[in-house]
């Protein structure tokens, strides 16, 4: 007789029995299902019903059977040829979560390449890998390369890889696709593979290719890196075949890698530079805005010398770190509305820059106002205006520019100062100097009063978001320190207080606003830091570590050092504020849960143990710290923790904000 239910009896039996659903579920029961749960249950009681049906054989086999020998290949593997491409390329470390599409090349990697040049490094989650090789650029100034299982694990990397875009940040993702349906394994291998894996993350890529040969992926791969490394730089996407990287390469094939050479960066045109220079050295009171400006240490030279021969007051929106915080020229961002000529340095929204959006406007409709003069002259120089793609609206609000440059800031920069200092007028170095005076003034006074605001409720319990700042730089002010990553919403403590000089002291935020971005970004920051001798800081959210966490093990696991600690507002606060001011517009109240904040908004009963989650990872790890008083004493402990070399987190109770 034939059997009605092909699947491993005892394994489906082991299935119900860990599956304990309450309550009532629509999804049918299999006969033997309602069989073993009422034998176990009072006659009254409803049965025990799966929250989902056992997999069907073929999907069991496929994902948990020992796979059959195969027969020797001879010849050379196609993947170790890709190997030798990579190779050329210079790509130190490779996070990835493994995957059987590209099994092929990973074991390339680790036999034929030496698991050198690149490392593998064991993610736990493909948005994980590639937040870390965005964290990783941001301090190394080189891309990072990551495989990803084509389908399913390009769909969890899509969001890091869209804040790569908006970040303007390479990596280069190599996705495995079996492409050949007739002679790819059919189940799972066939369920991930898709006709194009490229068409998810196409529209925030700067380019994508598939290559059918392995003349092609040598062409395909040296092209990604130099579009992914020309500024804007941006990430890239290859579909790798699984059959071209476990085929042997044909008898006789001759193939060849071609030469990477960098491209230059693109400058402004000789007339809009000189147009640029005529304004601001004529100008009144020119005012500097700078968000992706410095790609390196040079581009804060450089900006410091544009500022210092206008001395013009500088506005640093931290997309990057652009502009000293102790020099006298750093001003708050209002500082627009006294401006008569505005330079923008690779702003993400130079609408938002010079205009003002009030949320719960009349009726429901936001308001716009403007922040500048009407007269205002506007210069922007954005090398974003080069990579613009229609779909994903990271492009932001049209503004009109009097003069637009689509070219690299700190390529630019060099002829703009020499063009200003030539087009400044004799008769107005007095005045020029007398701005930097004035200048001076202001910002001694700005940082009196940020002190005074940093001191309000310094013994409150939870602790202040400032003086946890305070609190930390005590203990980093001597070392070589790195703040690589601040996530939730509204800690700008440290860049209103501590004294950041260095390029790799602030690295700028996801880009796309991506929840999740912190905790990746940082180990991949941190990962480069340590290869430095650096001392990573990392203030972790409580909201941005939960999505996935795992990223903790992979720090631990391969030893990349840190110090984190944790805003933990217990809760996604930015999302209380928005759902109380929306009940406030509607004249209602704030639909309260058990605890504290709007329903939906709060990560409370149960608190999350952060420090516990982190140690079971392999990290060192203290809380909850809810006594100010507690917090020094146990940072200085964390931090010879992490110079040892073991990375540390403080799950510190705070403020909301
Ligand atoms: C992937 C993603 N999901 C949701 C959001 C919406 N969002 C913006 S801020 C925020 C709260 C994040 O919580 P946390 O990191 O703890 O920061 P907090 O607001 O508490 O400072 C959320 C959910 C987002 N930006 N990205
Ligand atoms: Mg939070």
Redesign the pocket.
């Known amino acids: 007789m034939a059997r009605k239910h092909p699947r491993p009896e005892v394994s489906r039996r082991k299935f119900l029995a860990g599956v304990a659903v309450a309550g009532t579920a629509s999804a049918v029961m299999p006969p033997a299902a309602s069989a073993a749960t009422t034998a176990s249950t009072p006659a009254s009681a409803p049965p025990r019903r799966p929250s989902a049906l056992p997999p069907t054989m073929q999907v069991a086999v496929a994902e948990t059977a020992t796979p059959k020998e195969l027969p020797r290949i001879g010849g050379v593997p196609g993947s170790d040829f890709m190997v030798d491409v990579i190779k050329t390329l210079d790509i130190k470390y490779l996070p990835s979560n493994p995957a059987s599409s590209f099994r092929a090349i990973h074991e390339s990697l680790i036999n034929y390449g030496g698991n050198k040049m690149p490392e593998f490094l064991t993610c736990a989650h493909e948005e994980s890998a590639v937040g870390m090789a965005h964290g990783y650029f941001k301090v190394a100034g080189k891309p990072l390369m990551t495989l990803c299982h084509g389908t399913v694990g390009l769909q969890h990397a899509a ?1 890091a890889v869209y804040n790569a875009w908006c970040d303007r940040v390479p990596v280069i993702i190599v996705g495995g696709n079996d492409l050949d349906a007739a002679h790819r394994p059919p189940g799972v291998p066939t369920i991930h593979s898709a006709q194009d894996i490229n068409a998810l993350v196409r529209d925030f890529t700067k380019w994508d290719d598939t290559p059918v040969s392995l003349q092609h992926f040598a062409q395909s791969l040296v092209r990604a890196y130099k579009i992914a490394m020309t500024p804007p730089y941006g990430p890239v996407a290859i579909s790798l075949d699984a059959g071209l990287q476990q085929e042997p390469m044909r008898n006789g094939e001759k193939l060849y890698i071609p030469r990477y050479v960098p491209t230059s960066p693109p400058q402004g045109d000789t007339g809009a530079v000189k147009e640029a220079a005529r304004l601001l050295a004529n100008a009144q009171n020119p005012v500097i805005v700078a968000d992706r400006a410095a790609r390196s240490e040079n581009g804060v030279r450089l900006l410091v010398q544009l500022a210092e021969a206008l001395q013009a007051q500088v506005i640093d929106q931290g997309g990057r770190m652009n502009f000293p915080s102790t020099h006298y020229l750093r001003r708050p961002p209002t500082a627009v509305g006294n401006a008569d000529v505005i330079l923008g340095l690779e702003l993400t929204d130079f609408w938002a820059t010079v205009n003002a959006y009030i949320d719960n406007g009349e009726h429901g409709v936001g308001i716009n106002t403007s922040r500048i003069k009407p007269e205002t002259k506007l210069i922007s120089i954005n090398a974003s205006e080069l990579l613009t793609k229609a779909n994903y609206q990271d492009f932001q609000r049209f503004q009109s520019v009097d003069v637009s440059m689509p070219a690299d800031a700190e390529a630019t920069l060099p002829a703009l100062i020499e063009a200003v200092k030539a087009a400044i007028p004799a008769d107005r170095k007095a005045a020029i100097e007398k701005r930097g005076e004035a200048a001076r003034k202001a910002y001694a006074e700005q940082r009196e009063r940020t002190k005074q605001a940093a001191a309000l409720a310094w013994d409150a319990s939870p602790i202040t978001t400032a003086r946890m700042s305070m609190e930390i730089w005590a203990h980093i002010k001597d070392l070589d320190w790195s703040l690589v990553s601040v ?5 700008n403590w440290p860049h209103r207080l501590w004294p950041m000089e260095k390029h790799y002291q602030w690295l700028g935020g996801s880009g796309g ?4 971005y ?1 905790a990746p970004a940082s180990v991949g920051a941190a990962l480069a830091n340590r290869d430095l001798g650096r001392f990573s800081v990392n203030i972790q ?4 570590l939960m ?1 996935a966490p795992g990223v903790l093990w992979t720090a631990a696991r391969h030893k990349i050092p840190q110090l984190a600690v944790m ?1 933990n ?1 217990r ?5 209380v504020m928005h759902v109380q001011r929306l009940s406030n517009f509607r004249n209602r109240v704030a639909n309260l849960g058990n605890d504290m904040g709007p329903i939906g908004t709060s ?1 409370e009963n149960p608190d999350i143990e952060y420090h516990k989650l982190a140690e079971s990872m392999g990290w060192w790890a203290k809380g909850p710290i809810k006594d100010p008083a507690q917090l020094g004493p146990t940072i200085k402990e964390a931090v010879a923790v992490v110079k040892s070399g073991q990375p540390a987190l403080l799950n510190v109770w705070t403020q ?2």
Not at 571 to 575: I, L, M, P, T
Request: zero cysteines; glycine letters at 26%.
């Open positions: 969001m996530s939730g919403v509204g800690f606003y991506g929840v999740g912190g959210s409580d909201g941005d999505y805003f507002n809760g996604y606060h930015q999302e990560i909301p904000r």
